[in-house]
């Protein structure tokens, strides 16, 4: 309907609008329905003052307690006034305003009150016949009710029964046309105005769009606070500290680290991190928990065998374990600049020679060398090097592998002991122990031969006795040195004149038939020259006390000499010790008197020292006792 311009005598009041008439001839209903139809509710609207709606009369203890009215206008238009025009009865003025008394009017989008905005309520006071209110609502129908109800108190003036609704005249003005205002209905609407709408009259936004405050929302939210009324905080996670989009809340620069979401208001989900949460968590945090979802670092440390803050760098070379602090075993086999499992520090190439086990901790069991302890040491060693076979060898070998036994006539370790060279036949001695394997030559014994036969036996394992009438008997073959009276290679022969051992002195020239003892060598037949036997008995008596006296002497020399030299050595003995007795009690004596000088003795003892020569003693030499004897028996 086009913008006009009216004047409406009504009652003798002269109504005077710019705005457009919204409710002229619109659709209108009510209820309840008076009889008849010349009270049709169409009546207020057709702008005739002569033509009135009616509804049927309503009251207390009556059978309609609510009357209501209402026009469809339409469409959604911007409301601004309503003006209605109750019906006057000369002289019944009070009665008509108690009947209008209580009523309401609402705007609403569809006939129904429910989901409607009030736009006013009549309250105590009566209200004039012909009333106008400022409405400034956008809606599409206006409804009018009124009620009396039992059991409700109402003012005083408020008709109570056959209480009539009629409306002459009910004149909505607005505008058509959305999202201006003014009496003309052509001045915009501010743009902030929440769905383009603001008060008819002035101008001012019912409401502002998100992101916007003020009356004619022309300002924007305070940072921090975005959304309707500005009401809804930021989420404080833009990135570089930037404030949100006051319209949105959305972050439009991004969000920091931690954070994701148009608004950055939903977290990094675990595992994730940094700018919009792109970032990928390591695998390798401790105990797989997650990174810290700023700066992906792994806060509680690191699994074993990574390192860094971020824990997705192995352990350097030659270390594994937690936070890399163990190193690789040294008998790890290096290859490829790879030694031992980053982890759990297994070798992952295998083990130097001499070690074995998955961390190559274990060096080879004994008998066993090399490579994964697959060689066997030579039966020969007596310790051999795990790594590379070398031995030390038992005794009888030689060689590093102790494969080469100890040349013939050596034994024993190192070959360094010699065979006692009295095996049989001249064999080599067993080269490990020195045994002579076969037996021992003629007068040896013992399982290396090291042992002549003992005394008075010969021959193979010393298994002959030597001959009776033997002085000496040589181990080997028997060969005698015979005793006094006996000759011959055994000893058996009897001295034939002569006598002695191995008979090795003539019988005297003097004995008659040059036949003596074979034994002491006494004429047994006499001698040639008459002298008797006891003759020469006596003077061997004479001589041999003769040699007993001169033995007891030298004895007696001996004695004397011995107790002199002990006198001698306990006099020498007992002077040095008073000697210095002397000086220590003198050089005490000095320190407690001022060191006064000692007084020494000019008088020196001698004693004289007896001094035993050779030619005191006298020597027994038995060949000469011997010779005299014999000249003695041969006198």
Request: glycine share 10%; with cysteine.
């Amino acid at each position: 309907m086009g913008l006009t311009n009216r004047i409406t005598c009504i009652s003798m009041v002269i109504i005077v609008s710019a705005f457009e008439d919204l409710s002229y001839k619109k659709n209108a209903t009510q209820s309840p329905l008076y009889p008849g139809t010349s009270y049709d509710a169409s009546n207020a609207v057709d702008r005739n003052v002569g033509t009135c709606m009616r509804t049927e009369g309503i009251g207390l203890k009556s059978v309609y307690h609510s009357a209501w009215w209402n026009v469809d206008l339409g469409g959604i238009y911007n409301i601004y006034s309503v003006n209605i025009l109750f019906k006057n009865y000369e002289g019944y003025e009070t009665r008509q305003r108690g009947r209008f008394a209580g009523f309401s009017l609402y705007i609403a989008n569809t006939s129904s009150i429910k989901g409607s905005t009030i736009c006013y309520k009549d309250e105590h006071q009566l209200p004039p016949l012909n009333f106008t209110t400022v409405c400034p609502y956008f809606g599409r129908y206006l409804i009018f009710l009124n009620e009396r109800l039992d059991e409700t108190s109402y003012p005083r003036g408020y008709q109570l029964q056959n209480v009539f609704t009629e409306l002459c005249e009910v004149i909505v003005e607005g505008c058509t046309k959305r999202g201006v205002y003014g009496s003309g209905c052509d001045t915009a609407c501010p743009v902030n105005c929440r769905e383009n709408d603001c008060h008819i009259r002035n101008g001012t936004c019912f409401a502002c769009k998100p992101g916007w405050k003020e009356k004619t929302c022309e300002r924007k939210c305070r940072e921090g606070l975005y959304g309707e009324r500005c009401s809804q905080l930021c989420s404080g996670n833009c990135k570089d500290n930037e404030t949100c989009n006051h319209v949105t809340g959305q972050c439009d620069k991004g969000c920091t680290t931690g954070w994701k979401g148009a608004m950055c208001d939903k977290e990094c989900v675990d595992g994730t991190f940094g700018y919009d949460c792109n970032g990928n968590c390591s695998a390798n945090c401790l105990n797989e928990l997650p990174c810290n979802k700023t700066t992906g670092h792994c806060e509680d440390g690191c699994n074993p065998g990574y390192t860094d803050s971020d824990c997705k760098t192995r352990c350097p070379f030659g270390h594994f374990g937690s936070a890399c602090n163990e190193s690789c075993n040294i008998n790890c086999l290096r290859k490829n600049d790879i030694l031992c499992d980053h982890i759990g520090g297994e070798c992952l190439n295998g083990c130097e020679d001499g070690y074995i086990g998955t961390h190559c901790n274990d060096s080879c069991e004994e008998g066993y060398y090399g490579n994964k302890c697959s060689f066997d040491c030579s039966q020969n060693c007596k310790t051999c090097r795990h790594t590379d076979g070398f031995c030390t060898c038992k005794e009888g070998w030689l060689g590093y592998n102790c494969t080469t036994g100890c040349p013939p006539g050596h034994y024993g370790l190192d070959c360094k002991d010699n065979c006692s060279g009295h095996c049989i036949n001249n064999e080599p001695c067993d080269h490990i122990n020195g045994v002579c394997p076969s037996g021992c030559q003629d007068g040896y014994t013992g399982a290396r031969c090291t042992n002549t036969c003992a005394e008075g036996y010969y021959g193979g394992n010393c298994s002959k006795v030597c001959f009776l009438n033997c002085r000496t008997c040589r181990h080997t073959d028997g060969q005698c040195s015979c005793v006094a009276g006996w000759m011959g290679s055994n000893c058996s022969i009897e001295c034939d004149q002569s006598y002695g051992e191995n008979c090795r002195y003539a019988c005297g020239e003097h004995c008659v038939n040059q036949t003596c003892d074979r034994f002491n060598g006494s004429c047994l037949l006499g001698r040639t020259d008459g002298q008797s036997f006891q003759k020469y008995s006596e003077k061997i008596r004479l001589l041999t006390e003769e040699l007993i006296e001169s033995s007891k002497q030298m004895l007696l020399w001996i004695i004397g000499f011995s107790v002199a030299l002990a006198v001698c050595v306990l006099f020498i003995i007992i002077t040095c010790t008073i000697t210095i007795l002397r000086k220590t009690a003198c050089n005490a004596k000095r320190k407690t008197e001022d060191k006064q000088p000692c007084l020494r003795s000019t008088t020196t003892a001698k004693h004289p020292v007896t001094t035993n020569i050779v030619s005191n003693y006298q020597e027994l030499n038995t060949e000469k006792e011997r010779n005299a004897y014999e000249s003695i028996l041969l006198q």
